[in-house]
């Protein structure tokens, strides 16, 4: 349990603080920390965030009818309970989680992972690791949050930083001792990080994306690298893909505290791959580690842009120091990462795969590495979504119309835009290509993965990219439920086909 005074000294400290209201008794105990008005409950600090569409400072007279006995705000409320004054409410609640919830980061060892493509499946692989090492370690990502005694389907791949104490402060009354966490650019810009310190740090790779955000490459790159500036503890470490140009230019910033890892042979590499052989089912792979070390192991998973990750999963773990023979058996045992090259193989020689893929570089690794591996043709299913950096979707076509033999362009999450009309932007892209391979517009996307299912033949691969393991459609101000995974499940049991 924590109390005001604590969080007062926290923002103080960090030269937060402005000035407080109402604050007689500054020892007032608080249990909770929440942005949202509707969460709060008995002995909780509110925190009044102004956003896109609303203003926190609205709701704090309902977040203290609830229960909130302190208010975390930009300017004094007409409201009787303490109330602490800051420049940005936003930036400031991090750290007063931190306080509130008994600054968890200072008692488990967070792992962070950060770069454009292979967070997810990098997380899933770190944590095999650690937990192959006999740790219990929790997760944070785009694909779940698990406190180490359940599992929560994500909201964003980094949570408001008032959610990510709370789920730190559980882990830690859970008994983990680790945790691997996916840091975002807009999770270090918008200050969801704050109140985090990473003992460990990954860099995989940087395309564009967010530029709608981020406006430029640079200010990208600005946000990744903010993370290795300011959310680490002082003798961190890390792992950086030096085959990236911008993990190239984080390395020489940081090189005393990481080992460098990729695949290009005319660069200079701590740890590589000395060989591979590849599948549609995984990777045999030789890894050189430093010091005359190797690594022979098997993945379940298959790709050059999954070489990439585990050989991110294991320089990491390895500059932690974590024995080459537990970093074997943690990527030999992982599980299946929902929506990460998940593959159905069925009865009749088809294999279905689902993927998150949804920038024309993901996409152009995704479909590359089946090219390598596919025995007839690849029957490519995607769209892209609305609100989104348009400037991808003729890409996203172009890269599809590269290495695909048939296309379907369908739905992803249109929110507010016409689906139709993102259809035709990528359609563009798709007929720039000479070789312009037969493609098609089918919007429902349910329909469109199992017409391109009925399509296919033996041999031949159907790649439903974009989604992944979300579990909705966004469509204006609807959230309407559609799974790829289950819409691959239920072609398969309609027409009466087994999978593995």
């Known amino acids: ?123 899933y692989m770190v944590r095999s690791i650690l937990e192959t090492a006999g740790e219990k370690c929790g997760l944070i990502g785009t694909i779940l949050y698990s406190d180490g005694k359940r599992d929560l389907e994500a909201d964003r791949t980094t949570p408001e930083s008032c959610e990510i104490q709370r789920l730190l402060s559980r882990m830690v009354k859970n008994g983990c001792t680790s945790v691997v966490m996916e840091a975002s650019s807009h999770g270090a810009i918008q200050g969801r990080l704050n109140g985090c310190l990473f003992k460990s740090l990954l860099f995989t790779n940087l395309t564009p994306e967010h530029l709608d955000y981020h406006k430029d490459m640079e200010h990208y790159f600005a946000a990744k690298k903010k993370i290795f500036d300011e959310y680490v503890i002082d003798d961190w470490c890390g792992a950086i893909n030096i085959d990236d140009k911008y993990g190239e230019a984080l390395f020489s910033a940081f090189q005393e505290r990481c080992l460098s890892f990729g695949l290009n042979e005319n660069k200079c590499h701590d740890i590589t791959l000395n060989s591979f052989e590849m599948s549609l089912s995984g990777i045999h792979m030789n890894v050189a580690l430093p010091n005359d070390e190797h690594i022979v192991l098997g993945l379940p998973l298959t790709g050059r842009f ?22 074997q058996k943690g990527l030999e045992t992982m599980p299946q990462v929902p929506g990460r090259l998940e593959k159905y193989f069925f009865s009749n020689k088809v294999c279905g795969v689902v993927d998150y893929a949804h920038t024309p570089d993901a996409l152009e690794n995704v479909l590359s590495t089946l090219r390598e591996v596919c025995q007839g043709k690849i029957i490519s299913v995607f769209g892209h979504g609305g609100e989104r950096y348009s400037a991808n979707r003729p890409l996203l076509g172009q890269v599809a119309a590269r290495f695909a033999d048939v296309i379907i362009v369908t739905m992803d999450n249109p929110r507010s835009e016409d689906p139709s009309q993102i259809a035709e932007e990528i359609e563009a892209g798709i007929t720039n290509v000479p070789t312009n391979p037969p493609h098609y517009r089918i919007l429902d996307r349910n329909e469109a993965v199992r017409t391109a299912l009925s399509m296919a033949k033996a041999g031949d691969v159907v790649v439903i990219t974009g989604k992944g393991p979300e579990r909705f459609i966004l469509m204006h101000d609807q959230k309407i439920e559609y799974s790829d995974s289950k819409a691959i499940q239920q072609w398969a049991l309609d027409v009466g086909l087994r999978w593995n």
């Open 1 to 123: 349990m924590s109390n005001l005074q604590l969080v007062l000294e926290t923002l103080k400290e960090k030269k937060l603080l402005k000035e407080t209201h109402n604050v007689s008794d500054s020892s007032v105990a608080l249990h909770d920390v929440f942005n949202k008005g509707q969460e709060c409950k008995d002995g909780s600090l509110f925190c009044c965030i102004r956003g896109e569409k609303h203003d926190g400072h609205q709701y704090a007279a309902d977040a203290v009818q609830r229960g909130a006995v302190a208010l975390l705000c930009e300017y004094p409320l007409p409201l009787s309970v303490p109330q602490i004054i800051v420049e940005d409410a936003r930036w400031a609640m991090g750290y007063a989680a931190a306080a509130v919830y008994g600054f968890p980061s200072r008692e488990i060892s967070l792992y962070g992972i950060t770069g454009t493509n292979g967070k997810s499946t990098s997380s």
């Open 306 to 327: 999954n070489i990439y990750n585990a050989l991110g999963a294991i320089t990491m773990c390895y500059k932690m120091g974590f024995p080459p023979d537990v970093i």
